[in-house]
């Protein structure tokens, strides 16, 4: 047996080397593959990357079949359910058996944010060579408020993502400060990597007129858009009550909720008590976001709790809407800047109705196609992000070649 170490070769010579013998192969760690932002995300990889070099697969923690699912095996990965992640002792049972059944794997990637540190505390005692800790959320408010038994976790996970990780990634410079502080966050192995959307669907033409008939919104409403799983995070109930003012303010509102989610009925039936019901649209899970972003909405808001990033403001961007959001969000959503507004939560729903509204009264300096150039000449265009992604992969992992 011999290893090739990466980081003393030439990552593309290497990735040649590796495709004729054997890809790199990757065992991604997720909940689930939802229609979520972390997980179109990974699916956009998974449909781009030279798969002859790179073999990925998913572990998840669910017996449900998932959005993307039937994608990923027709693409030639593997769905691996690992349940039973709230007991510890069976779920390591179950991860020895996925890796064992299914090896060998150099790379574990784990993406369930504090739970990495056990995933990967597991992989480093099964000899998975490198193991990435991917920071998509910066939950330090939340966890600041928090119990003291949840405190403890996190303080222990955190500890075991610092033992056990050979590299950590992290969607901003906040979501890297909230995973890795055990740590010198300076340490070289972690580090910054912007996840990338597919701007293809920008680039295509939208009949506005068409898509709005068919979700039922008059041609001259001035419709408020969101997309986002039904949460906590999300900060539904104030999307709600910012709408609640808008419509005050403007009879032809519409709100556009794209999504669904655990609080889906508790928010419609704060709709129906606020008497808003026919002026929101609860669209669902939806593929097609850049077609309603493009031709059904006028304007994005998004007032999260907290955010790793929010990849879908990325995407807000590149169809040129301006966003209003919670200044919460780390600054490295602001890819175009004059299409962005930041607001604080602690503002009343009316002053967000406000900024709303004067986004139609605000000429625009800038027009959809020069928002989705700003975008492809970023970090965050898809391409980018894979090559970013690629080389990490190249460049971190000791692969055994026969």
């Excluded at 006028?298 to 955010?307: A, K, M, Q, T």
């Amino acid at each position: 047996m011999q290893y090739i170490n990466l980081k003393e070769q030439n990552p593309t010579k290497v990735t040649q080397k590796l495709t004729k013998q054997r890809p790199i192969r990757i065992l991604h760690v997720v909940g689930g593959m939802v229609r979520a932002g972390t997980e179109t995300w990974l699916m956009h990889i998974l449909r781009n990357i030279d798969r002859d070099a790179f073999q990925m697969d998913f572990l998840v923690h669910t017996n449900a079949e998932c959005d993307y699912d039937a994608e990923i095996r027709a693409l030639g990965s593997k769905v691996i359910p690992c349940v039973n992640s709230s007991q510890p002792w069976l779920y390591a049972r179950n991860f020895r058996r996925v890796l064992r059944d299914n090896e060998p794997y150099d790379i574990v990637h784990s993406h369930v944010h504090h739970f990495s540190g056990f995933v990967l505390w597991l992989a480093k005692r099964a000899g998975v060579p490198v193991r990435i800790a991917h920071s998509h959320l910066d939950s330090s408010v939340v966890e600041s408020k928090s119990g003291l038994k949840r405190r403890l976790y996190t303080d222990l996970t955190k500890a075991l993502i610092a033992k056990n990780a050979t590299v950590g990634l992290s969607a901003s410079h906040q979501a890297l400060e909230d995973l890795f502080y055990q740590t010198k966050t300076t340490e070289q192995r972690w580090q910054l990597l912007l996840c990338g959307v597919n701007l293809k669907p920008f680039k295509d033409e939208t009949n506005s007129q068409q898509i709005r008939a068919e979700l039922g919104i008059p041609s001259d409403a001035f419709v408020i858009g969101h997309v986002a799983r039904f949460h906590p995070q999300k900060n539904h109930q104030y999307v709600i009550d910012i709408a609640a003012e808008v419509a005050k303010r403007e009879p032809k509102m519409r709100l556009l909720l794209v999504g669904e989610g655990e609080l889906a009925t508790d928010i419609k039936q704060k709709v129906i008590q606020m008497g808003l019901t026919d002026k929101v649209i609860f669209a669902g899970v939806r593929s097609d976001i850049a077609r309603l972003m493009m031709g059904a909405m006028d304007v994005f808001v998004f007032p999260s709790l907290y955010e790793g990033l929010g990849l879908v403001l990325i995407e807000a961007q590149a169809a040129g809407l301006p966003c209003i959001l919670s200044d919460v969000i780390p600054e490295e959503a602001d890819v175009v800047k004059p299409l962005m507004k930041r607001m604080s939560l602690l503002k009343p729903a009316y002053s967000w109705a406000e900024a709303i509204l004067a986004t139609r009264k605000t000429e625009k300096n800038i027009t959809q196609q020069q928002a989705l150039k700003c975008i492809e000449q970023s970090s965050f265009n898809i391409q980018n992000s894979l090559k970013n992604l690629e080389n990490i992969y190249v460049e971190e992992s000791n692969v055994l070649c026969p």
